[in-house]
């Protein structure tokens, strides 16, 4: 089997497999309402290969998958919607921030420095 061919059958069993479905379930039904869950799936993969100067083929290839989830979908009689999941990056930014500017107010209150120019 030449490395190309096994690069292909790779990918295509990777990409069959990487689902949303193989990575959080079936979707969810309760009374009326359906919840399908959403995720971003992203994978990589590489390999190489060639000849030993006694004609001897080698080769190697790797595989990467990264399955984050984003969000649930709804369906529902009043309607679809899209319920994203909240970016924990973002939030821990803006606590961090909120903290800095609670902290900034409470020294210039403390001092009786509330004439900032």
């Not at 649930?72 to 009689?77: N, R, T, V, Y």
């Not at 903290?99 to 004439?115: I, K, M, P, Q």
């Amino acid at each position: 089997m030449d490395l190309e061919h096994l690069l292909q059958n790779l990918a295509g069993h990777v990409s069959s497999s990487a689902s949303v479905r193989n990575v959080y379930g079936e979707p969810v039904v309760a009374g009326n309402r359906t919840v399908i869950p959403v995720a971003q799936i992203r994978y990589a993969l590489g390999g190489g290969g060639g000849n030993r100067r006694d004609s001897e083929q080698s080769g190697g290839g790797g595989v990467a998958v990264r399955a984050l989830p984003c969000g649930a979908l709804e369906i529902a009689p009043e309607g679809t919607r899209f319920i994203p999941f909240e970016d924990r990056l973002r939030l821990g930014a803006a606590l961090a921030l909120g903290f800095v500017l609670g902290a900034a107010v409470a020294w210039l209150t403390s001092t009786g420095r509330t004439d900032v120019k």
